[in-house]
């Protein structure tokens, strides 16, 4: 019977020889699929046997991976802001750099919250634009229930694609916080709400063009158009700056993910299409700019001329 490590060193050369630049780990994480282990589990024992039908297992998944089907698909799941979230080809893959947006989002929320405490005040309310898997909702809504102020906020999250919401529903429910968030098939922002949001937040769809076709492989199976941002990648972002003034409460604020290389864009864009309001950027872990950070300032309240 083949060991772990007799399959790991195979499964690692044919994925090296198919072009995965991370082979070795690829295959660490599609073995561990297979026998129903970790990867730290994987990597301890290489010397225990692997029996028939995980192998034949592991040699499936390792087909898929030559192709270059991403990882996450192939075991359904990812990880992201310490939760695994279900994956498919409904929608984008979670990234570790939108963490970073979750985090900012987790904080806003908390100091909001520490400034108007609740009961007393509405509850805050929050909406996740394109929301995709329902990473970013999702993980905020059990960030928020671990510091018990769950409650305390109405989540609402928009997409346009009825297999992305239901992709985000499952991974609501998984979570234990399918009541919690309230999930809207809708172009951006959902029309007819007349209560406008204290927080926006969105990973639009931010790549040029001209550029998704010169991404990873691995991007090739995820849904074009959750990548696509229009020939300056900033052609979603734009539509939704546009229905800020209506989206956002008074002293509301947005926070949008951006690729690493449209610092300078996304600035002047704003003032393009919200003069008068502020625009920062916040960096990834990377050091990468990646979340734009908008709000009106005190003297452009309401829409702006
Ligand atoms: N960061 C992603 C990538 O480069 C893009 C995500 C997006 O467009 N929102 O693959």
Redesign the pocket.
Known sequence: MATIGDLLRAGTERLRAAGSESARLDAELLLGHAIGADRTAVVAHPEAPVGRLAADRFEGDLARRATGEPVAYIRGFKEFYGLAFAADRRA?IP?P?TERLVELAEAEVLRRLAAAPRPGSPPLRVLDVGTGSGTIAVALAVALRRRRVGEEVELFATDDSRDALQLARENAVAHSVGDRALFLEADLVPRGVVTPWDLVLA?????RSDAVDG?PIA?SFEPRRA?D?GPDGLEVIGRLLDRLPDALAAGGVALL?IGSDQHAAIVELAAARLPGWACSVESDLAGHPRVARLARTSGAIGRDP
């Open positions: 984008l990234r750099e990973n639009l769809p931010y790549v991404l991007a990548l941002g993910e």
